[in-house]
């Protein structure tokens, strides 16, 4: 039967159940029709979003006829759906006007149930895209991403589109400086400006935190750079309610030749990128090439022979002597890993980097607190007076509740005296971090296990890692301490933060100690303990225990190239 000659109920059904289109005007036009002849002088669905809105009368009414008259209800549908959302269907008569008859009445009934139906389904749609697609704080999420991905690849692939991975830099900063509340309007408007700058066709999913991920066309590339470089975003009318906001990003624009075979292979191409940006002394943004492929089958040799090392014990400590440049005796030493590959040594850059971008390198930690703790227990069953050895912890072990009870479980499996070991931890970039980073140091101290914060004066928000963090140690960057006397600027920096430091308690270790005239200064400022090339190279266990049975440390100024004879795995 032609549509023309339905009847208006029959049209309506058809309207209901049009699996193709949801056209709600022409089924609001049918249903005046209906209201008309079957004598209803108004209908209304009303949402609520749950059972207290309704309660409240708090819903979202939608009236599909009206006629003005007074009216009086004569019959009312509730439906309760899956997602808590409650909608209602009522229909009204006008005062004086002739009963319905039961054969209206079921026709009645009829269409209020199709309407709660019919009407539930957009609605749920919306709530189904948001769960889907949206996070609790209403950002596009990665599913998004994936799904556009996976469209544009069902449409004929990704030539002319660019993806990028991206990580607002020092973002914590501006939770503290600005507040948390304020810290999310910089987070939403600096996402709004890479929308415009994307057009409508780009979108900004978050993975978390400041992470995002882009997905937009190449014509826009050069507008999203520019924000990515470093945009002022506002946060309130007041002048100084601006954050400057930049971000290390890595980026794949997608070309005709390109073969993506799935929506993951988009985040294969800018997640390495992305790693290398984070990394000292790389350009924040960092673009795709072929060069990535061969760093790729580098990881993955590294990662298969990782295993291996370990259970052959190929990974070994080298010790670096810590010094009192009073009395030139070694009182402590940090533990670094050495992989010895075919009798050369693997320089750690080669695979450090590769084993932090999962847990690999929190075994390569835990493998090395556990060798360190055996040397201890050793020495000790020799006869022999051990320092304090100082252990690293990568960033990545925030993520583990159970790094406090770890920690512990080692050490005292080896009995050992747990003043004899010291934690290194460097800062964290999240506040979820922080908070991680600021009860395991607290759980270490009351353990009588001592914690250094390293690297610091590299970080962005160093002053506030040792403000609320109870450390025992200081270990000072090489970038913070001059190298040369007449260097005012940088000597008075350096005397303020060992007088800071000795004021709230902590120890002092300056790192990349080369030269007999920064040892002066150190000197001058009170700072008592050097590591560095000028006592000692990072040495094997045999020339450590040497070197700690004769306690004086002999300063050496030969030997300070780099290890530039070490072998690589690029080439094994």
């Keep these: 039967m032609e549509p023309d000659m339905l009847s208006p109920f029959e049209k309506l059904t058809d309207l209901m159940t049009n699996l193709e289109e949801f056209d709600l005007p022409a089924i609001y036009d049918i249903l005046g029709q209906l209201c008309k002849t079957l004598r209803v002088s108004k209908g209304v669905t009303t949402f609520y979003a749950d059972a207290e809105h309704e309660r409240k009368g708090d819903g979202e009414p939608f009236v599909c006829y009206d006629s003005g008259e007074k009216h009086f209800l004569i019959a009312s549908r509730r439906l309760v759906s899956p997602t808590g959302m409650i909608i209602t269907c009522d229909v009204f008569q006008a005062e004086g006007a002739q009963p319905l008859t039961e054969p209206e009445r079921k026709k009645v009934d009829i269409i209020q149930r199709m309407m709660l139906t019919c009407l539930n389904r957009p609605r749920q749609e919306k709530i189904i895209e948001r769960l889907m697609y949206y996070d609790n704080d209403g950002y596009k999420n990665i599913r998004l991403f994936y799904s556009r991905i996976g469209r544009l690849l069902a449409q004929g692939g990704l030539a002319g589109w660019t993806g990028a991975r991206i990580d607002l830099k020092h973002f914590s900063a501006v939770n503290e400086q600005a507040g948390k509340e304020n810290g999310d309007i910089v987070l939403r408007n600096y996402g709004k400006m890479l929308e415009k700058a994307m057009g409508k066709e780009g979108i900004v999913c978050r993975l978390g935190g400041d992470n995002f991920v882009l997905l937009f066309s190449t014509e826009k590339l050069g507008a999203v750079t520019e924000i990515l470089h470093g945009a002022s975003v506002r946060y309130g009318?007041?002048?100084?309610?601006?954050?400057?906001?930049?971000?290390?990003?890595?980026?794949?624009?997608?070309?005709?030749?390109?073969?993506?075979?799935?929506?993951?292979?988009?985040?294969?191409?800018?997640?390495?990128?992305?790693?290398?940006?984070?990394?000292?002394?790389?350009?924040?943004?960092?673009?795709?090439?072929?060069?990535?492929?061969?760093?790729?089958?580098?990881?993955?040799?590294?990662?298969?022979?990782?295993?291996?090392?370990?259970?052959?014990?190929?990974?070994?400590?080298?010790?670096?002597?810590?010094?009192?440049?009073?009395?030139?005796?070694?009182?402590?030493?940090?533990?670094?890993?050495?992989?010895?590959?075919?009798?050369?040594?693997?320089?750690?850059?080669?695979?450090?980097?590769?084993?932090?971008?999962?847990?690999?390198?929190?075994?390569?930690?835990?493998?090395?607190?556990?060798?360190?703790?055996?040397?201890?227990?050793r020495w000790l069953d020799e006869g022999k007076q051990p320092v304090r050895i100082s252990v690293n912890l990568s960033r990545m072990h925030m993520s583990d509740k159970k790094l406090f009870e770890h920690i512990v479980s080692i050490i005292d499996a080896n009995h050992v005296p747990r003043g004899l070991i010291e934690i290194e931890l460097t800062e964290t970039t999240t506040d979820v971090e922080f908070r991680d980073l600021k009860r395991v140091v607290g759980q270490l101290q009351e353990a009588e296990i001592a914690t250094s914060v390293d690297d610091f004066g590299v970080g962005y928000s160093s002053l506030n890692l040792i403000k609320q963090i109870p450390w025992d140690v200081l270990k000072l960057d090489k970038s913070i301490l001059p190298s040369d006397a007449e260097e005012e600027r940088g000597n008075h920096m350096f005397a303020h933060v060992i007088a800071m430091a000795h004021e709230i308690g902590l120890i002092c270790v300056a790192e990349g100690v080369e030269t007999e005239e920064q040892l002066e200064i150190m000197r001058n400022y009170g700072c008592r303990i050097a590591q560095g090339f000028l006592f000692d190279r990072p040495m094997p266990v045999a020339d450590f225990e040497k070197k700690l049975e004769e306690k004086q440390a002999v300063t050496v100024l030969e030997g300070l190239a780099d290890e530039a004879d070490h072998g690589s795995l690029f080439t094994q």
């Design 237 to 377: 009318e007041e002048p100084e309610q601006e954050a400057e906001i930049s971000a290390f990003a890595g980026v794949c624009s997608f070309t005709e030749g390109d073969r993506i075979p799935n929506p993951g292979g988009v985040m294969e191409r800018i997640i390495p990128p992305y790693q290398i940006a984070k990394r000292d002394n790389h350009p924040d943004i960092i673009f795709y090439d072929q060069s990535f492929l061969q760093e790729k089958k580098h990881a993955a040799k590294v990662q298969r022979k990782f295993n291996k090392a370990l259970e052959n014990e190929n990974i070994v400590v080298y010790y670096q002597p810590k010094v009192d440049i009073q009395s030139r005796k070694i009182v402590g030493a940090e533990a670094l890993c050495r992989w010895i590959w075919k009798g050369d040594i693997i320089p750690p850059m080669e695979f450090i980097p590769i084993l932090e971008r999962g847990n690999d390198i929190c075994r390569l930690d835990f493998y090395m607190l556990d060798h360190v703790c055996k040397d201890i227990r």
